[in-house]
């Protein structure tokens, strides 16, 4: 088996999932197009959150620091976003503070990491530990927000057959963002000057250095970067998908962004593909319970979105190669 499974490159196992996913969807539309609709939409609001996570590895590591403080980040900036916005009782101020909160947290975990050259595992651990102490310290109860951010559809697209209302109906002003903001990524990486001066300093830094580029400076910008689109998924997920804080709302999202980041090889649309898959899945998890099928735990089918991440990861592991330089410190001195 592990010949059979070797001899398929990612690329095999990327097309054959994506002809597995659109024949098994095509089969369920024609056979319910309500209910496949439904989930599909479903797996667009469980997924965007973590798409959009994803982006803040890809922007981190793709210029070499290493970032498992996703989790807390997005878990201060919920909260800071959620409390000014119920205390402003407006819901664009509190968004934007939850951008400035994780920008402000990642500023933190590039000081440690790259101007005081910590271990980049050890950093991130103390953004999470910090994050989970002061949202549980500082929490109370009762707390509401106005209202959320409205829910519509986009005029036309919404329309088109088969994927319109998936993509494009029922969703929120930050859901469609995502939609923008991931393939501009994407641009930004592969196909600008910048995109190509990152991609060098989380290859070869020393190179990049006697090259003119600032290593120090691009990996400053970077992290801060991926900290706003943290800041922004926290302040999503309590202001648009919830419309509430609670302990620990992120719930391992951030390390589940980094699988999916790993699976999707550091490109921001695979990340996307990757975290469409998984919110799929969760739907369908959902699903399964609404139509109340006893046979099977509901225990098991909550683990059923998971399960597949283990899967997808196990498979894919050993075919996919990070940055070199992700997770060095970068010594000027000793380049």
Known sequence: MQRVFGSINIKSWKFLLTAAVLIVWIYCYVANGDVTNSVV???????????????????????????IG????????????????????NIIIGLIIAILTGMLTSFVHALMTIQWQMDQIIAGTIINILASGLTSFLYKEGSTVPNTWPIFDIPILSRIPFIGHAFFS????????GLILIPAIWVLIYKTRWGLRTRSVGENPGSADTAGISVIKVRMINVVLGGAIGGLVGGFICLELVGSFSKEFTAGAGFTALALMIFGR?????????AI???????????????????????????????????????????VRPPAAEGKVYKKEEA
């Open 170 to 177: 029922q969703q929120g002003p930050i859901q469609y963002f």
């Open 70 to 89: 996703i989790e807390g980040t997005m878990l201060l900036s919920g909260f800071t976003g959620f409390y000014v916005a119920s205390y402003t009782k």
């Open 266 to 274: 550091w490109n921001p649309m695979g990340a996307f593909a990757a």
């Open 41 to 67: 939409a479903s797996g667009m609001r469980f997924g965007m959150p973590l798409a959009l996570a994803s982006m803040v590895g890809i922007m981190c590591e793709r210029s070499g620091i290493v970032n």
């Open 277 to 319: 898959l998984f919110g799929l899945a969760q739907a369908l998890s959902t699903q399964l319970q609404i139509f109340g099928v006893n046979n099977i735990p509901n225990q098991f089918i909550t683990l059923l979105p998971y399960v597949f991440t283990i899967l997808v990861l196990v498979f894919s592991a050993g075919k």
